[in-house]
């Protein structure tokens, strides 16, 4: 599991430093003409700014408890976006999965991230 977690962790810092750096091409006119692509796009995005938040916690247990809350949010997000435009089964069956696996992490964490607050 904590071999898991730095890899999960380690790619969560990398997608947010290349995000980062590549931050400029956001501002541009560019912007999908497709309706799940605004949703993609949009939830991405919100993802994105909640993953960085997460960064100023000032433990870095914590830290990692909101970007991956932040991260699973958003996989989810992402996940309901596919289940509703989305028309392959493989993908449509994995989008399911996502949502099923994550919900009880995303939870797990919260539940760890109210216990350090006492």
Sequence with gaps: MKKFAVILLTGLLSSTFAIAANNHHHHNHNQPN???GQAYLSSMTEM???MEQAAFAQNPDISFAQGMIAH????????KIQLKYGKDPEMRKLAEQIIQAQEPEIKQMEDWLKQQAK
């Design 72 to 79: 699973h949010q958003g996989a989810i997000e992402m996940a």
């Design 48 to 50: 994105h700014h909640d």
């Design 34 to 36: 497709t309706e799940f």
